[in-house]
């Protein structure tokens, strides 16, 4: 336990991650109470739901936290009525709709003095600390990474991920958060092609060609489109042997040979992180993937392709 007391801690947003993942894993960690839900729906079984932050902090002014997993448009509100009230707040992938609110928010936290935690949890992934080891002592001549899923599986009926915005990003930027964890030297992107459905405004798959500074090629590939099984892989090829990482960097190989990396889930470790973070005061906001989705905006060349169906 890494807290005197648990935090008592509140979830924004019940929806599919909210009830999938941060209502178990707060109620399997010691550093957390889960005692309250911001909702316009239903609350999880046990505790009060409010409307908004100011209901709940007027009838519960002993929150300390919030988790909020709304999807990323609209949260800068929401985080800064938690930082009027003296919440600290951790926030789900990807952390904004735009940079500029997504530093907005960092920005409000720091004036604050409140801790943000603006959560990649794929990086959590069992096999990403042992794959960011084992390539810092390795030459990389070349890394591959496709992330080809289901949106209809991950997002059904969810109207927000085909906004004018995200779309195949919001599974990618899982991908562009364990790559710019695991290679040593930061990513340039060059080149990219965006394909949106004509009946859509966000993309359903993307092609990123990166270098890296050091001149290594990236390439990924993104696609949510996918049906049957689904690909979560990234591959570096190294002058000592090959790195593969597999079932989004929960699994690991080594010219095939299998690595015990463990199984600890990714939210374990993501509210494990959050509880440093509030012991030590200290905000977590890397947003380096998203500045490379929004650099796969502003480069990619779009193509349209046909409608998609639910
Ligand atoms: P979701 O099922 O659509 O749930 C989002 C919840 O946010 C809704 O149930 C609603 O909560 C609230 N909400 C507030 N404003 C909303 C709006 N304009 N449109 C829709 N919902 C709104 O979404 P989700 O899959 O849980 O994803 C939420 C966040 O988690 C996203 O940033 C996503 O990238 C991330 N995430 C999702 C997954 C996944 O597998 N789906 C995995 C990892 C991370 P109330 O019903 O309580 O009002």
């Not at 729906?41 to 007027?58: Q, R, S």
Request: aromatic residues 8%.
């Amino acid at each position: 336990m890494t807290l005197a007391s648990p935090t008592r801690i509140a979830l924004a947003g019940i929806g599919k991650i909210a009830r999938d993942q941060h209502i178990p894993h707060i109620a399997a960690s010691p550093d957390f109470e889960l005692v309250a839900a911001v909702t316009g729906h239903a609350a999880p079984d046990g505790v009060p739901g409010f409307k908004t932050i100011d209901e709940m902090m007027a009838a519960m002014p002993d929150v300390q936290a919030i988790s909020i997993c709304t999807p990323p448009r609209g949260r800068l509100s929401l985080i800064q009525q938690a930082l009027d009230h003296g919440l600290d707040v951790m926030i789900e992938k990807p952390p904004a709709a735009t940079l500029s609110e997504a530093q907005a928010f960092a920005r409000a936290a720091e004036q604050a003095g409140k801790v943000l935690f603006a959560t990649w949890h794929s990086r959590e992934a069992a096999a990403v600390e042992p794959a960011r080891q084992w390539l810092a002592t390795r030459n990389i001549r070349r890394v591959a990474v496709n992330w080809k899923e289901d949106v209809r599986v991950w997002h059904p009926g969810q109207a927000w991920i085909w906004e004018p915005g995200i779309g195949v990003f919001d599974p990618g930027i899982n991908a562009l958060s364990v790559i710019t964890r695991i290679l040593p030297c930061p990513l340039l992107l060059g080149a990219a092609e965006l394909r949106f459905p004509s009946n859509r405004d966000a993309p359903i798959a993307a092609d990123l060609d990166f270098t890296d500074t050091a001149g290594v090629p990236v390439r990924v590939e993104f696609d949510f489109d996918q049906t049957g099984p689904q690909t979560w892989d990234v591959d570096v090829e190294t002058d000592d042997g090959h790195l593969k990482l597999s079932m989004g960097a929960s699994q690991m190989a080594v010219d095939g040979t299998p690595v015990d990396v463990g199984d600890e889930p990714e939210y374990a470790r993501l509210y494990r992180r959050f509880a440093e973070c509030l012991r030590d005061r200290v905000s977590d906001v890397d947003l380096s993937p998203f500045v490379h989705v929004n650099d796969a905006f502003l480069l990619g060349r779009r193509v349209t392709v046909g409608e998609f169906s639910e």
